[in-house]
């Protein structure tokens, strides 16, 4: 059961039984007592929330990719180091945002507060349409596709067995999300760790044996001889990806405890951990395999584990899916606020801005993504959607971090507990800016669509936004939506 304030209880200057109702209060019927989003985000839950989400599939995976394009072993190092300073440059420039701006939302509430309705919704639009059921899409066919490994090693996996996981996964997550922000916030802390447990087990015995001397694979780390200037950019840009997720702390602003303190702390405890386990976990890698069986692998973790562990090594696709598993969770805890955000901002129906009684949770919001993210899971491509969400992803991420410096700029006398040097945003944003002309050459068709999506937000806000006199065919349509979803069990 949800509940909201209701145009009859308020008295025309905004009040409802003698306490003033604020565009964000819920109340219950009878009843004064705000029902809201509680401040339950600690240090160690928002440590574990960035953690949790960025560590994926990606670590464990796809390394090879960084290697291919970077040419060497020791240039290959220096991406991963280089990429996680950037992104720690992002998620610095997030922080100041986070502790000046203090609503959850993060993109959509900043690009909102920069830059007007019109860019929001169309941010908005794109996350709710393609970003994130494509960017939970491909991180949970690689949780169904690593979690069904054991069962079928050494054959392969069919691939209905791996969506009908993936869609047993994607459920399990979105009803966590709807019945505790508390039991999400735990369990993302337990998966958090296992995801570090997991790498644990790849960076000791590759210290072991590098220590013992094995560095023969260190040789000539900066031979030059297969690189190329022009797949360096792909390089950074698989690099990236990997790292993403250090702005999902920003989508739950208002529910964390003391946030001009807790977000910058949580952001640079996360990306330090993130990027030491990163480079320690590549120079395992290399100290076992060669860049050669690098190179030749479909699954770095895997190889490592069988070259190393022997039977044993049947736990690593285990501690993959967990860790994809953190990543969906991590993901649509976040995301949900967003469009919690923008229901209570009136760019989506009311319905999402509604939060249970008893539960303390934005039901509806969390619901609104699931049968699109199934919906992409039986029909897309995992590559293809990787390629235009990403596109998108960083467009409007680099459209954030410019907000800032015209933030700065308009509204100099905006409080800004947290504040970083003019530097971190400018070199950011252009590195984002340039990620996205590069995919716009590297694969037109994939970010074109993406681009293509993204534009169909402009009709869309004149249609469902900014005429107040809609066809009655589409008020009758979205009352009966309304009617529908408010019918929400307790």
Known sequence: MTKRSTPSQKDGKGEVSGHKVSQ?????????????????????????????????AGIFISPKGILKHSGSVGMSLIVWIACGVLSLFGALSYAELGTCIKKSGGHYTYILEAFGPQVAFIRLWAELIAIRPAATAVISLAFGQYILEPLFM??????????????????????????????????QIFLTFSKLLAISIIIVPGMYQLFKGETRNFENAFELNNAKLSE????????????????????????????????????????????????????????????DEILASDAVAVTFAEKMMGNFSIVVPVFVALSCYG??????????????????EGQLP????????RRHTPLAAVLILYPITILQVFVGDIYSLL???SFLRWLFIGLVVLGLIYLRYTKPDLPRPFKVP?????????????????????????????????????????IFIYFKHKPKWLQRALGKLFILFSKVPE
Not at 350 to 357: D, F, P, R, T
Not at 436 to 460: E, H, K, M, Q, R
Request: one cysteine or more; proline letters at 5%; a neutral charge.
């Open 24 to 56: 964000n209060e819920t109340l219950l019927d009878g009843d004064d007592r705000k029902v809201e989003l509680g401040k339950k985000v600690t240090l160690l839950r928002g440590i574990s929330i960035i953690i949790g989400t960025i560590i994926g």
């Open 154 to 187: 050494p054959c392969g996996i069919p691939p209905m067995a791996v969506k009908l996981a993936t869609t047993i996964g994607i459920t399990s997550i979105m009803y966590l999300n709807s019945m505790s922000v508390t039991w999400t916030a735990r369990i």
């Open 232 to 291: 360096m950019p792909l390089a950074f840009y698989s690099g990236m990806y990997a790292y993403s997720g250090w702005f999902y702390l920003n989508f739950l602003t208002e529910e964390v405890d003391n946030p001009e303190r807790t977000m910058p702390l949580a952001i640079y405890i996360s990306m330090a951990i993130v990027t030491f386990c990163y480079v320690l976990t590549n120079v395992a890698y290399y100290t076992v395999m060669s860049a």
């Open 327 to 344: 990543s969906m969770n991590g993901g649509v805890f976040a995301i949900s606020r967003m469009f919690f955000v923008a229901s209570r």
């Open 350 to 357: 009311e319905i999402l801005s509604m939060i249970h009684v």
């Open 387 to 389: 390629n235009f969400m």
């Open 422 to 462: 003019l530097f971190i945003p400018v070199v950011f944003s252009l590195t984002c800016f340039f990620m996205v002309f590069l995919s716009l050459y590297s694969d037109p068709v994939n970010t074109g669509i993406g681009f293509a999506i993204s534009l169909t937000g402009i009709p869309a806000y004149y």
